[in-house]
């Protein structure tokens, strides 16, 4: 497993967003703390034009439960959002616990190398590192990925009727 405890990755925002309001939301729970300058990951990008995604650097807000807890409560009132869930590794627990806490906002939990075995009635694997010699990258694979941006995508696709 990688270590996200390195200084840098707590400086920057704790929370970045981009994409329309009010559109359908992908919530990214990042253990890794990616998107350290005010933007989303390059490779979200595209995905900005059609939904909201919010992007929370767990390494840059230490009480990310409460804030996870604060952005979900912020939508329950909007029953028009619809609202999606990512998150990796060390934290899948974790964020199965709080969106459980949502169930009647989240629609789905989408789990990139989660460190629990997972009940696919609460959460979905949508990419899973082999752990073999040829792995570039050690689990959890880092959300910014194009490999996580297409799982996503996917899972995203095969949930609209």
């Known amino acids: 497993m990688r270590d996200f405890s390195q200084p840098a990755r707590a400086t920057g925002p704790g929370v970045v967003a981009d994409g329309p309001t009010g559109a359908a939301t992908v919530l990214v ?13 390059a490779t979200w990008r595209a995905l900005a034009d059609q939904m909201r995604i919010v992007w929370l650097r767990v390494p840059a807000a230490p009480s ?24 990796s590794g060390p934290i899948a627990a974790d964020v199965i616990d709080l969106a459980h806490g949502h169930e009647d906002l989240v629609r789905s939990v989408l789990l990139v190398d989660p460190e629990v075995d997972v009940d696919p009635s609460l959460a979905q694997v949508i990419v899973r590192s082999h752990g073999g010699p040829d ?27």
């Open 29 to 41: 729970i990042d253990p890794a703390g990616e998107a350290l300058h005010d933007e989303i990951p």
């Open 135 to 161: 792995d570039r990258i050690p689990a959890p694979l880092p959300l910014g990925h194009p490999d996580v941006v297409s799982g996503v995508v996917k899972a995203l696709d095969a949930m609209i009727p």
């Open 64 to 87: 990310w439960k409460s804030t996870v807890d604060k952005v979900l409560s912020m939508h329950r009132d909007d029953t028009r959002t619809v609202l999606d869930v990512v998150t």
